[in-house]
T-cell receptor
Framework: SQELEQSPQSLIVQEGKNLTINCTSSKTLYGLYWYKQKYGEGLIFLMMLQKGGEEKSHEKITAKLDEKKQQSSLHITASQPSHAGIYLC????????????FGKGITLSVRP | KAGVTQTPRYLIKTRGQQVTLSCSPI?????VSWYQQTPGQGLQFLFE???????NKGNFPGRFSGRQFSNSRSEMNVSTLELGDSALYLC???????????FGQGTRLTVV
């Protein structure tokens, strides 16, 4: 079964700093999803990457998919307290979008 | 456009009881997936329904079941509740294959 490893496990950054978090898959990535979650709440969809080399941006968040390395990275520019939360990556092991496997998540804290 | 709606938001049940959770997908979405989230195991896939048919199932006991109605709304049922069933239950809806999956706010189930 596919496993997703997210690193680092947690991160504390000063407001205004840039940061990058990673998600590495044990198997081929057919689709990679990034979500943000506030503790105890639902998941907020950030981005979906489907093709190797694909890069998407939304506001100050950029995600890339490296198909060869079976890895995705999420970069936040000029972090703000509103970026704090748990970042989860999910992958589609079959390409059928019917079942997502998730990593354990990365807890991001942003100090004002 | 309304998002994914889950009801109820919070639920307290006693061991041995059964519970039914509801999920209304985004209008036009035909796929509904259910996930269980716990601190120890993270997000785990329960099952997925598409056009009233269960398309995929995770590794959960038969006490966990679900169904989808013709209007795409879905319910999941847990019978003979155990303390370990305490979790945040999340549902996600998507339009079809390889499309973005959007999550609801979840139902927090506490079994006492």
């Amino acid at each position: 079964s596919q496993e997703l490893e997210q690193s680092p496990q947690s991160l504390i950054v000063q407001e205004g700093k840039n940061l990058t978090i990673n998600c590495t898959s044990s198997k081929t990535l057919y689709g990679l999803y990034w979500y943000k979650q506030k503790y105890g709440e639902g998941l907020i969809f950030l981005m979906m990457l489907q093709k190797g080399g694909e890069e998407k941006s939304h506001e100050k968040i950029t995600a890339k998919l490296d198909e060869k390395k079976q890895q995705s990275s999420l970069h936040i520019t000029a972090s703000q307290p509103s970026h704090a939360g748990i970042y989860l990556c999910g992958a589609d092991p079959t390409g059928a979008n019917s079942k997502l496997t998730f990593g354990k998540g990365i807890t991001l804290s942003v100090r004002p | 456009k309304a998002g994914v709606t889950q009801t109820p938001r919070y639920l307290i049940k006693t061991r041995g009881q059964q519970v039914t959770l509801s999920c209304s997908p985004i209008s036009g979405h035909r796929s509904v997936s259910w996930y269980q989230q716990t601190p120890g195991q993270g997000l785990q896939f329960l099952f997925e329904y598409f056009s009233e048919t269960q398309r995929n199932k995770g590794n959960f006991p038969g006490r966990f079941s679900g169904r989808q109605f013709s209007n795409s709304r879905s319910e999941m049922n847990v019978s003979t509740l155990e303390l370990g069933d305490s979790a945040l239950y999340l549902c996600a809806s998507s339009w079809g294959l390889n499309t973005e999956a959007f999550f609801g706010q979840g139902t927090r189930l506490t079994v006492v």
